[in-house]
């Protein structure tokens, strides 16, 4: 699964929109034109424009900064609970700001759309999260009949 699907599969199930990252240039392809195949021109326009739009990669190499000082700081011979806690702190204000970053450029590109828009949205979201729940659902099958030794295990 692409890091994009997995993402907007995320998403959707915890936060119930969809963060993603669309290319810039080329048109939509895969799974981005799957999303919002059922939205107008102007709807897909502006859903990738706020995509577009959104730095993750700031907030993204803040949250792996934070998660290196978190390793380090376990990983050294004496134990630094402040130091530990400093850390952990960091890295949640990073994952937050980089959430709040997400819903921000969201909810503006939502309330641009027309109601057939959101609806088109909803309605592809709401396919999107049953095929992965679907999906999830026949991958644990898989492991817990390979796990019994009833099938192979998954590829």
Excluded: C, Y
Excluded at 60 to 87: I, S, T
Aim: net charge positive.
């Amino acid at each position: 699964m692409t890091t994009w699907v997995r993402g907007a599969a995320v998403a959707l199930l915890l936060a119930g929109t969809v963060p993603a990252f669309a290319q810039d240039g080329g048109g939509m392809r895969g799974p981005r034109a799957e999303m919002f195949a059922a939205m107008s021109e102007t709807g897909r326009a502006t859903m990738l424009a706020a995509m577009r739009g959104m730095d993750m990669k700031t907030s993204a190499v803040e949250v792996k900064a934070a998660r290196d000082r978190m390793l380090a700081v376990l990983d050294a011979e004496r134990l630094d609970p402040a130091a530990l806690r400093h850390a952990m702190e960091d890295e949640q204000r990073a994952v937050n700001a980089q959430r709040d970053k997400r819903q921000t450029a969201m909810l503006t590109a939502f309330q641009q759309l027309s109601l057939a828009d959101r609806r088109a949205f909803v309605a592809d979201a709401r396919q999107l999260r049953e095929r992965v729940e679907n999906r999830n659902a026949r991958m644990q099958q898989r492991r817990i009949g390979a796990a019994i030794g009833l099938m192979p295990p998954p590829k």
